[in-house]
């Protein structure tokens, strides 16, 4: 069974610049999260994605944002990019995100901005 | 504001030498404790969910248990491939509420 996808594994931009990253849920999973990993801050929530809605949203400025498609797999933006950006972003699946269903990460997207 | 708090932030350990690594938090309303490891350049990998106090969890040289304060990963007879970092997370609240992270415990197994 296929696990969480994410592309790119790398990605350089510069500051000002928008990034895309993109998220293929294991199948059969629906909701879909996103956070983001760096040295200081350790793992942080950004946002959950279910149905094509996102239900919750962690402590970022809206240069951060998400969609869902139909097949669930999740796309996330980053406008306006600033050095502090640079980070592991992950993304985690699980069957609906409700109770305590544990999540599973991809390997991430490793972010660095110039 | 939930918490979670993890120690030590590194140990290493020789071959065989067991030891325990603890994840204290402070939550309102804990739906579940999850423990993940993570090896380097790679995504969490999930390992244990915890729900209530009391309960325990076993995978090969891994333990996981659970009180109303703290979780604890006991670690039996480690090898030099159980090295990573190993992470804990709680869910609270509603369940579309992201995980709230510790920062992890980098854990180094020498042959």
């Not at chain 1, 895309?20 to 999973?29: D, E, R, V």
Request: charged share 20%.
């Amino acid at each position: 069974k296929a696990g969480v996808t994410q592309t790119p594994r790398y990605l350089i931009k510069t500051r000002g610049q928008q990034v895309t990253l993109s998220c293929s849920p294991i199948s059969g999973h629906r909701s879909v999260s996103w956070y983001q990993q760096t040295p200081g801050q350790g793992l942080q929530f950004l946002f959950e994605y279910f149905s094509e809605t996102q239900r919750n949203k962690g402590n970022f400025p809206g240069r951060f944002s998400g969609r869902q498609f139909s097949n669930s797999r999740s796309e996330m933006n980053v406008s306006t990019l600033e050095l502090g950006d640079s980070a592991l972003y992950l993304c985690a699946s699980s069957w609906t995100g409700e109770g305590s269903q544990p999540q599973h990460f991809g390997d991430g997207t490793r972010l660095s901005i110039l | 504001e939930d918490q979670v708090t993890q120690s030590p932030e590194a140990l290493r350990l020789q071959e065989g030498e067991s030891s325990s690594l603890n994840c204290s938090y402070t939550v309102s309303g804990l739906r579940g404790l999850f423990w993940y490891r993570q090896d380097p350049g790679k995504g969490p990998e999930f390992l244990f969910t915890l729900y209530s106090a009391g309960e325990e969890k076993e995978k090969e040289r891994l333990k996981a248990t659970l009180t109303k304060k703290e979780s604890f990963l006991h670690i039996t007879a480690p090898k030099p491939e159980d090295s990573a970092t190993y992470l804990c997370a709680v869910q609270v609240g509603g369940g579309a509420d992201g995980l709230t992270f510790g920062k992890g415990t980098h854990l180094i197994i020498q042959p």
